[in-house]
């Protein structure tokens, strides 16, 4: 939707007081106020008419006396006001050439007061532009507020993530810490059962040889004196009857 262009207040501002139209070649008096070069001197001319000797007037708008050597084209003016009747062209009916000032919402389009009573625009909901506007300011404003809101709720929540990804990883490291020292402390445990498992058994094997070659030797003596006892029978054996019965 086109907003207003030329604002209301600017429109006021290069209003003629006297005329209520756009000022038509204004010229300022002293206390400042403007008007239509052709309504300021219709003006004097009405008072002179009664009262002919009359040098001091009066402004119509603030009341502050002038003289009319006081009249200045207000060039200024003219200029910004040539302006603002270019840009108004493009805000009138192309239809009428009247001010585009109402909004219809059934057509979602700008028109004029005369379209408004056209039979096009017959039982149409319609609202001045201004309010209009007012309108979807507010509704913008709305939606700005819910936003902002929204935003403020996503940093909350950005912020609490951010809180927890810190209080996982504090936790997750004193964790892995446990677990490393808890390992170390089992390997340290571990290695120690199993250097004493082997020097048990090593004490064991010591032992155990020492007993099986003991036994060795005195088998091995043993097997000494029965050869030897069989060699002595041997010889009896072999010798003369005389001598075996001896
Ligand atoms: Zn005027
Ligand atoms: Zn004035
Ligand atoms: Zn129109
Ligand atoms: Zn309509």
């Given amino acids: 939707m086109a907003s207003p262009i030329v604002s209301k207040k600017m429109r006021e501002e290069a209003t003629c007081a006297i005329c209520l139209l756009l000022m038509a070649e204004p010229v300022s008096i002293s206390c400042g106020h403007s ?4 309504c300021i001197t219709g003006f004097l001319e009405n008072i002179r008419q009664e009262i002919p000797s009359q040098t001091l007037f009066y402004c119509p708008h ?19 006001i040539e302006v603002i009747k270019e840009m108004s062209q493009d805000m009138s009916c192309e239809e009428h050439g009247e001010f585009l000032h109402i909004f219809c919402e059934d057509e979602g389009q700008l028109i004029c007061w005369r379209c408004e009573r056209s039979p096009q625009h017959q039982g149409h909901n319609t609202a001045v532009i201004e309010d209009v506007c ?28 951010r809180k927890q990804i810190s209080e996982w990883n504090e936790k997750t490291e004193s964790q892995k ?6 390992f170390k402390n089992l390997q340290r445990f571990l290695h120690e059962e199993e ?44 010798s003369s009857a005389q001598k075996l019965l001896q």
Wanted: with cysteine.
């Fill in 35 to 38: 008007y239509c070069r052709q």
């Fill in 62 to 80: 603030c009341r502050a006396p002038f003289q009319v050597t006081s009249l200045r084209p207000n060039k200024q003016l003219g200029s910004l």
């Fill in 134 to 161: 007012q309108g979807y300011q507010e509704m913008l404003q709305n939606a700005v507020t819910n936003l902002r809101e929204l935003e403020e709720e996503c940093t909350k929540l950005k912020l609490f993530t």
């Fill in 177 to 182: 810490q446990k677990i490393q020292s808890d």
């Fill in 195 to 238: 250097k004493s498992y082997l020097w048990k058994l090593e004490k064991e094997k010591e032992q155990t040889l020492q007993r099986l070659i003991g036994n060795e030797a005195t088998l091995e003596q043993k097997s000494q004196e029965l050869r030897r006892h069989i060699l002595e029978l041997e010889e009896r054996c072999q």
